[in-house]
């Protein structure tokens, strides 16, 4: 039995979603970087000689996906989806240690606004992109 394609939202309907996914996707994006940043200076008890190994260890993947994040690519908010899962995780597992219990609710909820938003931004960009070519 052949499937009929369903149809594309209006580029109206698009544009503000658009912008407010990768509104929501940015802040998240920043916000779970300064929350790594803010608990391994201030919180984490590092020793000196591992402070920037660790705080490095936990930001490159975020620095990686950050300048295709600013430029609003749809593929970089796809990949972000799958490495933010990494923090979901970390924020889990900290969040069943009574002494970091506030830091991974707070970790796992913003990983999980940055997964929602940046899977929305990828769908609807690409939606968006199929509609200016052209496609019903």
Same mark, same amino acid.
Request: hydrophobic share 60%.
């Given at each position: 039995?052949?499937? $009929?394609?369903?149809? @594309?939202?209006? /580029?109206?309907? +698009?544009? %503000?979603? *658009?912008?407010?996914?990768? !509104?929501?996707?940015? #802040?998240?994006?920043?916000?779970?970087?300064?929350?790594?940043?803010?608990?391994?200076?201030?919180?984490?008890?590092?020793?000196?000689?591992?402070?920037?190994?660790? $705080?490095?260890?936990? @930001?490159?993947? /975020?620095?990686? +996906?950050? %300048?295709? *994040?600013?430029?609003?690519? !749809?593929?970089?908010? #796809?990949?972000?989806?799958?490495?933010?899962?990494?923090?979901?995780?970390?924020?889990?597992?900290?969040?069943?240690?009574?002494?970091?219990?506030?830091?991974?609710?707070?970790?796992?909820? @913003?990983?999980?606004?940055?997964?929602?938003?940046?899977?929305?931004?990828?769908?609807?960009?690409?939606?968006? #992109?199929?509609?200016?070519?052209?496609?019903?």
């Amino acid at each position: 039995m052949a499937r $009929t394609a369903k149809p @594309l939202p209006s /580029l109206d309907w +698009l544009k %503000p979603r *658009l912008a407010i996914s990768r !509104a929501a996707s940015l #802040a998240s994006f920043f916000a779970l970087a300064a929350l790594l940043l803010a608990w391994n200076l201030m919180f984490a008890e590092l020793p000196d000689s591992l402070f920037w190994v660790v $705080t490095s260890f936990q @930001l490159a993947p /975020l620095l990686l +996906l950050a %300048p295709g *994040l600013l430029l609003g690519n !749809a593929r970089a908010h #796809a990949w972000t989806c799958f490495v933010v899962n990494l923090y979901f995780i970390q924020g889990v597992l900290a969040a069943f240690d009574p002494a970091k219990a506030w830091f991974g609710w707070l970790e796992t909820l @913003l990983s999980f606004s940055l997964f929602c938003a940046a899977l929305m931004y990828t769908r609807w960009s690409f939606q968006y #992109a199929r509609k200016l070519a052209g496609e019903h």
